[in-house]
């Protein structure tokens, strides 16, 4: 089975210029379709799954990715719905089924991390802000979902492919 994601060691981006950036890892995943067990995880501050975690929607596929879940080392967990799970017939218990984690279903969370200064090592905390929208289909128009984001939001999180892929036919 091929790699869902590219593992890149100790990679992360600095907030700015300051001599006492912080730096914060985020671990980003989608369309493991049940697979997630085959996954070797990075390590990081925030895990984000941007949908599909089952395949067709089975929910022992839920909650064994629940399960998994559980045995990660990540400060938050944050779940959207991808296709695959908004046609579940459990979608409006997944809530409750994706017991290790935030799942995001059009609405925000503002999480505070605590993180290490690069020079000082000393704590700061950074807040972000993240949005998380369930899978939609394409619209003849605009999304009326994208209304509902935030300005002050970091991070979106979607099932859906950004603007320009995957949209008016291409």
Partial sequence: MGSFFTRCDDYNVPHGEDENETIITIVCISDTHGHHRFLNMPRGDILIHAGDYTLYGNKSHAEDFNSWLGTLDYKHILVVQGNHE?????????????????????????????????????????????????????????????????????????????YGYVDIGR
């Fill in 86 to 162: 908004c046609n579940a017939e459990w979608k409006n218990d997944a809530v409750h089924i994706l017991s290790n984690a935030t799942l995001l279903q059009h609405e925000s969370i503002a999480l505070d991390l605590e993180v290490a200064e690069i020079s000082t090592g000393n704590l700061k905390h950074v807040p972000i802000r993240i949005f998380g929208t369930m899978f939609n289909w394409p619209c003849s128009g605009e999304n009326p979902y994208f209304a509902e984001i935030p300005s002050d939001t970091n991070i979106v999180i979607s099932h859906c492919p950004v």
